[in-house]
């Protein structure tokens, strides 16, 4: 099966900082890579999809980028509500796997 | 608003069975794929089980395969999710999910999760 690796696991930011998190798949994905945004206790939500497409109503200060294995979410300015952990996933056929997290906190 | 709702989960011991359902609303629930995933206490997601949007095609996660069957009744709007010799491991929130992409007549495309319910608990405990 294809590993979902990301990095790094946690990061602390402020608000107005510009964040990235990569996420490597260990075969290539094409572009089935989907992010997700994760606060405690609530579900998880769809940021983006096919590796860099917004899903409606996700701001635009999130984008998505990369294919093949290297991927990365980045938030071009850190808002208060940002504050979670974040997943990537890889929807290339089954199993939809999921990265470990990356959470991110306040400085 | 396109809604999931999921029931079922609750306190059982090693060995024994459960089944989670999930309500849809609000979507033409027949013409999705459909996911459960879940998440144990204080650890990450994890992937469990998709169906086709007509019940026919159905893959799991290996760490279910064989105790897992995933089901769904288009009729009523409803995905099922049938768990037999629960583990210790097996306790997590358990979510239904809605795929965000779709099937055409040779090929399914994939694109997450775009509809999420809230989840239900199981937790497997002597």
């Known amino acids: 099966d294809i590993q979902m690796t990301q990095s790094p696991s946690s990061l602390s930011a402020s608000v107005g900082d510009r964040v990235t998190i990569a996420c490597r798949a260990s075969?290539?994905?094409?572009?089935?890579l989907s992010w997700y945004q994760q606060k405690p206790g609530k579900p998880p939500k769809l940021l983006i999809y096919?590796?860099?497409n917004l899903q409606n109503g996700v701001p635009s200060r999130f984008s998505g980028s990369g294919s093949g294995t290297d991927f990365a979410l980045t938030i071009s300015s850190l808002q208060p509500e940002d504050f979670a952990t974040y997943y990537c996933?890889?929807?290339?056929?089954?199993?939809?796997?999921f990265g470990p997290g990356t959470k991110v906190d306040i400085k | 608003q396109e809604q999931l709702v999921e029931s079922g989960g609750g306190v059982v011991q090693p060995g024994r069975s459960l089944r989670l359902s999930c309500a849809a609303s609000r979507f033409t629930f027949s013409s999705y794929n459909m996911h459960w995933v879940r998440q144990a206490p204080g650890g990450g997601l994890e992937w469990v089980a998709i169906?086709?949007?007509?019940?026919?095609?159905?893959f799991y996660a290996d760490s279910v395969t064989g105790r897992f069957t995933i089901s769904r009744e288009n009729s009523k709007n409803m995905v099922f999710l049938e768990m037999n010799s629960l583990r210790a491991e097996d306790t997590a929130v358990y979510y239904c999910?809605?795929?965000?992409?779709?099937?055409?007549?040779?090929?399914?495309?994939?694109?997450?999760?775009?509809?999420w319910g809230q989840g239900t608990t199981v937790t497997v405990s002597s």
């Open positions: 169906i086709s949007p007509d019940g026919r095609n159905k």
């Open positions: 075969q290539s994905i094409s572009r089935y």
């Open positions: 999910a809605k795929e965000k992409g779709y099937c055409s007549s040779d090929s399914c495309y994939y694109y997450g999760m775009d509809v």
């Open positions: 996933q890889r929807t290339f056929n089954t199993p939809h796997t």
């Open positions: 096919g590796a860099s």
